[in-house]
Every structure is written in C-alpha cells, then in structure tokens.
C-alpha cells in the first residue's frame, strides 16, 4: 500500500552500504529506507566512476517497475518513494542469490558458451549466480544452492516462478515503450510472511535495447564506455514517466 510522504519514517543507523546503494533502518523495525547513490562500478568494482543523476533515476525506475510486476502478482519489498533518491521499503533477509533471467544472447551468456550477441531465445533462460565478491560471483546450479545452504528447493521453485513472471510482465510493459528486456538480474528476500522481490530493476541491473536501433540504454554504456550513460538511463525514465 502506497505512503503518503507524511507517514515515511525518519533514517536510524546505517544496516548496509552495497557499491549502489545504502540501506538505512528507520524507527520501523519492519522498514528500511534505501538509498540509491550516484557511483557506478563494474567489473567486480574494478571500474569505478559516477553517473549524474543515477541515483534518482534509478530509485524511480525501480519504484516504477517494481509497480509493474506488483500489478502481475509478484509481490516486492517496495513500500513507497521516500525522497529524491530514495525508496522505502520492507525489511528482508537478501537471499546471497543473483537471479539472471535472459531473452536475447548478450554479456557473459554470450563470452562463455560462444553465441553471437542478439540471438533472441525461444526460451528465458535463468541462471544463478552465487553473491559473493570476494569469488566473482560465480555462475551455480541448483546442487550447489544446496550443498551452501543458500534457499531450500522448495524456495529456489518460488524464486525460479517469481523471476519468470516478472519477465513476462517486464518484456510486455517494456515492448509497449519501444525497449527490449535483453536480460536482468534479480535479487530475492524472506521475511516472517515468505519471499519477497527485493534490490532493484534499474538500466543498472537490466540489458534495455531501444527496438528501432538496438542501442543499449542501460550501464553497458558505461561498462563498454559508449558514452551518453546518463542521457540513456533519462531516456529509459522518461518512456515509463510518458505512459506511467
Ligand atoms: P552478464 O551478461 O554480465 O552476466 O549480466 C546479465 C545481467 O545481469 C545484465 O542485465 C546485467 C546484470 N548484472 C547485474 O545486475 N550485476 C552484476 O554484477 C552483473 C555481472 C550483471
């Protein structure tokens, strides 16, 4: 249910700071607010830099999208915008899974297994990658989620359903605004009442190609230095603002 701005609790201590965002407690212990920061870095941090305006833009796709797939019946940890840059959301235990869904061969699906970029797939695919730093996020399969206790089956079933159906309802919305869903990574959190869609659905964390010239809009300008980072992520804003 969204908040009005009045009801959004004030910052407590900081619970977390990831290499984009900062997670803040409030004075509900149920909320956190999250804070979206304008540093960029890729590579496993290796390549670092700033994109103007990132924060913002990206608290308010990710606000926006996380909308889109609530309406499809996938429930989330968004609970309301809570400033220029910021989102509040339910408190949950990140689940150390990166959940790859993909439509189109690009990035690493198309280095390791040697496929030509833009092959559109017959079917998603979904890949799990172990969050882990330190390791690189390595690429895992269902065996290992089990051997380092990471969610149980019956939880991975859930996750595996969940990231299809944001998918479907992503590639649809998207389409409509003239804008590819390439791929995406999701990240998932429990709380008392079961999983919740957690992190983020930004051009950080998604491969958006405009349809008419196939351009990215989204960080792999900033990772392949294409240049124009910042007009890309404003110009993925303002086709779901147009029609919002
Ligand atoms: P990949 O092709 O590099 O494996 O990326 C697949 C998708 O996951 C792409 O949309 C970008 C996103 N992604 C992240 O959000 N975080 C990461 O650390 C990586 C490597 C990819």
Known sequence: ?????????????????????????????????????????????????????????????????????????????????????????????????????????????????????????????????YKRDDLGDPLINRAHVRLLGLATPEELDRIEAMALAVNRALRVYLAQRDLILVDFKLEFGRTGDGLLLADEISPDTCRFWDRETGEPLDKDRFRRDLGGVEDAYAEVWRRLEATA
Do not use: C, W
């Open 1 to 129: 249910m969204e908040r009005r701005q009045a009801e959004i609790p004030p910052r407590g201590e900081r619970l977390y700071e990831g290499k984009a965002k900062v997670v803040y407690a409030t004075s509900d212990p149920g909320l956190v607010r999250i804070y979206f920061k304008d540093d960029a870095t890729a590579f496993d941090g290796r390549k670092r830099g700033t994109i103007g305006n990132k924060g913002r833009l990206n608290a308010r796709i990710s606000a926006h999208l996380f909308r889109v797939v609530e309406a499809a019946g996938v429930p989330t940890h968004l609970v309301a915008v809570a400033g220029e840059q910021e989102l509040l959301a339910r408190r949950v235990e990140i689940i150390p899974l990166e959940v790859v869904v993909r439509n189109v061969v690009a990035g690493s699906l198309a280095r390791r297994l040697g496929l030509e970029p833009g092959r559109v797939l017959e079917e998603p695919v979904v890949e799990l990658y």
